[in-house]
């Protein structure tokens, strides 16, 4: 079993690794300077952790938070910024020039290999692995672009489901997780790829640049795992009052509030309204998801309200509870008490009326 726990923590971290290679790799394609390699020193935070956790956790994942989710978001998220920001190849030319250069790629692919299996030799695997990603730099690099967000999507949920868990989360929590990560997922990417094809926006770099802010604010809710996380409130916080009980009893479901109300559809709604009032860019998606995260905002804060009134309604139910339990048990203890019991109160010190007998004189004992 522990080897298994090694061979999923590695083979994880390693997929993450490659695939922000990938991305690094883009970017020197677009931008045509080899410095941009240096974005791949961002990957030794990967491996120091990779490190640490095979040493200290035995690869093993921690309590609410996924270290390697989230320097896997750093190592990558810079490429696509350039990506985006690079918008001068962000729109392909006319589709007849790309399927005539797809289709002389793929002859000149399947040229190769078909050499290769005359010969046989290194060089000439060296040589078809050349012209293959030859082929993958003609492809459209808005394509390219909208893949490797794609990529970065699936990735992330993945990656999170092959990650080894550790001790603050449960297989039934992760599974709830992971399909909270499919819904924001395609909400995020539904969010990216319909602000940034806008001619607009593109026009106006310092709204890119608050949609990329945005875009990379929404995701800091995949390295972390309260949102599925009950927390057992103790008697000695719920009796301090109503912030206390309120934040400990619903901490997974205010987690998730939050997420919605600050971190995903209300800077979404926020950035979808501004298009739409001052650049002018209307259309049925862009008011649909508009409603969609309007409505969403609504009905986090009314649930809310409801948990908070809940909260509230069992906190002014609790003295009269009390009270009726207190009157119930003093019954019962009269009603079941005993001649010993009481004579062992009146021990106690409780005050229980107690029957003098009467003192009786006797007149032929008095002195005369």
């Avoid at 995260?293 to 908070?308: D, I, K, M, S, W």
């Amino acid at each position: 079993m522990e080897g298994l726990v090694l061979l999923n923590a590695l083979a994880t971290r390693l997929l993450f690794a490659l695939h922000s290679l990938v991305g690094v790799w883009r970017v020197t394609e677009v931008k045509k300077e080899p410095r941009f390699w240096l974005l791949a020193l961002l990957n030794l935070l990967l491996l120091l952790e990779t490190v640490l956790t095979l040493k200290f956790k035995r690869g093993r994942g921690y309590k609410w938070f996924s270290p390697a989710i989230f320097l896997y978001l750093i190592s990558i998220v810079p490429s696509l910024w350039l990506l985006e920001m690079h918008h001068e190849t962000q729109y392909c030319s006319s589709q007849s020039e790309g399927m005539t250069q797809n289709n002389n790629s793929k002859e000149d692919f399947n040229q190769t290999l078909k050499s290769s299996e005359k010969t046989n030799g290194a060089d000439d695997i060296i040589e078809t692995a050349k012209v293959f990603v030859n082929n993958l730099s003609t492809v459209c690099e808005k394509v390219w672009t909208l893949g490797l967000h794609q990529t970065f999507l699936l990735m992330l949920i993945i990656g999170r489901w092959l990650l080894p868990i550790g001790g603050g989360i449960t297989r039934d929590q992760l599974s709830q997780l992971l399909l909270m990560f499919v819904g924001t997922a395609a909400d995020i990417l539904e969010f990216t790829s319909e602000t940034l094809e806008e001619q607009n926006v593109r026009n106006s770099p310092a709204l890119v640049y608050a949609i990329l802010v945005i875009w990379t604010w929404s995701m800091l809710q995949f390295p972390l795992d309260l949102a599925v996380q009950h927390v057992t409130c103790p008697l000695s916080v719920t009796a301090k009052g109503f912030p206390s009980k309120f934040f400990c009893q619903y901490s997974a479901d205010l987690w998730n509030i939050g997420i919605s109300i600050f971190i995903q559809d209300g800077p979404f709604l926020a950035v979808r309204l501004l298009l739409m009032t001052y650049f002018k860019v209307i259309n049925q998606m862009l008011v649909f998801f508009a409603a969609k995260n309007f409505l969403v905002v609504v009905l986090q804060l009314y649930r809310l309200v409801v948990l908070a009134l809940g909260v509230r309604a069992s906190l002014q139910n609790q003295p009269k509870d009390l009270k009726g339990e207190q009157s119930c048990l003093r019954q019962r203890a009269e009603s079941d008490a005993s001649p010993g019991d009481l004579e062992s109160n009146s021990k106690e010190g409780l005050a229980i009326p107690l029957q003098v007998p009467p003192v009786i004189s006797d007149d032929s004992h008095a002195i005369p």
